[in-house]
């Protein structure tokens, strides 16, 4: 049984039992659909009349108001049947957060109930033949005509492309140079199914998504009203940005009951395999890698769920969501390969459900955003952060004779601005750090002055080749570091010197 996080609300608790029972109850006739590769409707229509698909819909809007967290919940369990967790998650990516947040008061009334309900499915459509990663390169244009919009282009990879009747779509609607480069030519839209040259163009046949439809479709001059765009006309990127977050992490909760699932199927399978006369379960090394799969498995669901409560708390959590969605498709993929290797050959097969995850993970890593972008989100966020960009300053301690990490203030404080004591300055750090170059504004902290003064006189060390410099695109001085003369010049030999204690005089030269 999953471990019921104590922050949980009991609403939220109450309906991860509930949930954890419906897959209990129809995990078998998932199986079936699975074997036969048929799309699971008539299980979609029990997960539509317990009223799932409003798990993060407010109540207001015949919803569950489970939140973020409650979305993870049920996401959790009904991945663990496969095509049925698919359409459940992108349904409810395809408008829930953006009309929440973006959606006006209308808009909000006409949608979130057909989300909550369930009746109908939604498909999230982002990527196109030219904007994969790159998505807001988008070639799908929307042209104002009179009250209404006219689409014209493809979006592919459309996960429940023709089983859903709401499209979720994030169209062209500027080619000035200027908005693209703010990131204000786009614009959200919602059509559904049935729309005069709306159509299915194709279904791909993919490594994973077994009985999931995945596809191409096709916009020829599709007209729908003004009361179908979702957020104002060039604001269609923040729409984009603000559903990602929550994508990421549903995508991610989905792993979460599958893990569970490959630890059963181990402990179940191992205690009853014997090879060289003993149970499997009894070989340390697969006791270790069942261990590892344990805390991968245990890992991720604590930070998924941490993650979530960041969500329900109205925060935006790029690098978490990011992190999560990387950790969980990781992981997966080698939960699935050990799983595999832990169980031989059967493993390989389709008789257990375990070969699956390998495929899912493998999906799991490139949609949504691949994991190298998520890397590049993590990166780039992060590199905002003020906790990153700290001013690290080594000072020379006597006492031990070495550089640590000080808030003092330099030694050279209070000393004359002049030529000689700046490259002093630089020279010592030479000693302190001696494959590190200096900002200006290190050396502002440390002697003092302005930023102009010692601008001139870098410039000037830097004329007499006592420096080396790096500069940026505009020819700006950023950092500095001593030359050779310079280190020769600010100080004799001696005071670069350092040994340890246990170093022979003798050995010196
Ligand atoms: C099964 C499946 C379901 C999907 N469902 C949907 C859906 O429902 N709706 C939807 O809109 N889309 C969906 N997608 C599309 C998915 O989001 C994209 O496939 C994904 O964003 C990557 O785009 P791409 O395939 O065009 O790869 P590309 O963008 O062409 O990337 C190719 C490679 O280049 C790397 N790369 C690209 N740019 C960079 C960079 N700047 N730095 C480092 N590496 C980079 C990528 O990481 C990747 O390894 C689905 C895809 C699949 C396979």
């Known amino acids: 049984m999953s471990e019921e996080y104590f922050w949980w609300t009991e609403e939220q608790k109450a309906i991860s039992k509930q949930v954890r029972e419906f897959v209990a109850e129809n995990f078998e006739e998932a199986e079936t659909y699975f074997w036969k590769t048929e799309f699971p409707w008539p299980l ?113 990879f ?111 399978y191992t205690k009853r395999r014997i090879q060289f006369n003993r149970p499997t379960l009894t070989f340390p090394g697969v006791q270790s890698e069942i261990a590892d799969i344990i805390m991968k498995t245990k890992v991720s669901r604590l930070y998924t769920y941490y993650c979530a409560h960041l969500l329900d708390e109205g925060k935006e959590p790029m690098i978490e969501a990011s992190i999560s969605k990387l950790f969980n498709t990781e992981y997966a993929r080698e939960i699935g390969v050990k799983a595999i290797q832990i169980l031989g050959g059967d493993g390989l097969t389709k008789f257990l459900p375990i070969e699956r995850i390998l495929r899912e993970a493998k999906v799991g890593e490139i949609v949504a955003g691949t994991n190298e972008i998520q890397k590049m989100i993590i990166y780039r966020f992060s590199a905002m952060l003020p906790l990153f960009n700290k001013n690290l300053r080594y000072r020379w301690n006597d006492d031990v004779n070495a550089p640590i990490i000080s808030t003092r203030d330099s030694k050279f404080q209070g000393m004359d601005l002049n030529e000689e004591n700046v490259l002093k300055v630089i020279a010592h750090d030479y000693k302190v750090s001696p494959g590190l170059y200096m900002t200006p504004d290190d050396i502002r902290e440390d002697i003092g002055g302005s930023r102009s003064e010692i601008r001139k006189i870098l410039e000037s060390l830097e004329e007499k080749k006592l420096i080396v410099s790096n500069k940026d695109r505009q020819g700006k001085t950023t950092l500095v570091k001593a030359s050779y003369d310079g280190l020769q010049k600010a100080f004799p030999l001696s005071y670069y010197e350092w040994y340890p204690s246990w170093y022979k005089d003798s050995d010196k030269f």
């Open 44 to 156: 979609v229509k029990k997960v539509a009349k317990e009223g799932y698909f409003g798990a993060g819909v407010p109540k207001k809007y015949g919803g569950m108001e489970l939140g973020p967290t409650g979305s993870c919940i049920v996401a959790e369990q009904l991945g663990r049947l496969y095509a049925v967790g698919h359409v459940f998650t992108v349904s409810m990516l395809a408008g829930l957060e953006q009309i929440l947040r973006f959606g006006t008061e209308e808009q909000k009334q006409e949608w979130l109930p057909k989300i909550a309900s369930g009746e109908e499915l939604g498909a999230l459509c982002i990527t196109e033949p030219f904007a994969g990663s790159d998505a807001a390169n988008v070639h799908t244009t929307a042209a104002k005509d009179g009250n209404d919009w006219v689409i014209n282009g493809k979006k592919r």
């Open 158 to 268: 459309i996960t429940g492309a023709g089983v859903s009747g709401r499209y979720f779509i994030y169209a062209k609607t500027s080619d000035d140079p200027g908005d693209r480069k703010q990131y204000s030519h786009l614009t959200s839209f919602i059509i559904e199914r049935g729309r005069p040259g709306f159509s299915l163009e194709k279904i791909n046949p993919l490594i994973g998504f077994d009985n999931v439809p995945n596809g191409v479709i096709n916009f020829d001059h599709v007209r729908i009203p003004d009361k179908n765009r979702v957020g104002e006309v060039g604001k269609g990127w923040n729409v984009m940005m603000a559903g990602l977050n929550f994508e990421r992490l549903i995508g991610a909760a989905v792993f979460g009951g599958l893990f569970e699932d490959v630890v059963q199927v181990l402990f179940n």
